[in-house]
């Protein structure tokens, strides 16, 4: 991802979200967090810089699924993320990722290397390797 990049976090749990963040930003990552749908949508009327939205799926209010609908729709050059710590349980929008929490860096970096060599809509969560679970106790791992 480019100097301006940025990747929208949005999830309920604060400690959750900062875990992430704090991985992402560790990473060389632009970060910007949200703790639900009304304060991600807001966060991208306001910015043009975030290139990633990585999703909790389970959140009150609008959930996961239908905030990366809403998403794709206004923004559709916004690559999709959507993560869980819970069976998948909901379709995503086309081209939109998901990944079971808790993940590792070496999981996320694939997709944001993908997201950024590849033309808005052009990577399929399938063409992208996702790296299998490293133990508990690797440093990169977001234990959650």
Excluded: H, N
Excluded at 32 to 57: K, N, Q
Aim: glycine share 8%; with cysteine; aromatic share 4%.
């Amino acid at each position: 991802m480019g100097e301006c990049d940025v990747i929208l976090v949005v999830d309920d749990e604060k400690a959750v979200r900062g875990a992430i963040a704090a991985m992402l930003s560790r990473a060389g990552y632009g970060v910007v967090e949200a703790s639900g749908a009304t304060e991600a949508l807001r966060i991208l009327e306001s910015r043009s810089d975030v290139m990633v939205l990585l999703t909790d799926c389970t959140m009150p209010g609008m959930r996961g699924e239908e905030l990366a609908t809403a998403v794709v729709q206004r923004w559709p050059e916004i690559k999709i993320i959507a993560m869980s710590g819970q069976p998948r349980s909901a379709e995503l929008p086309d081209g939109a990722t998901y990944i079971a929490k808790p993940f590792r860096l070496s999981t996320l970096d694939p997709l944001m290397r993908a997201f950024s060599a590849a033309p808005s809509g052009a990577v399929q969560p399938d063409a992208v390797p996702l790296p299998g679970s490293a133990p508990a106790d690797a440093p990169e791992r977001l234990a959650l």
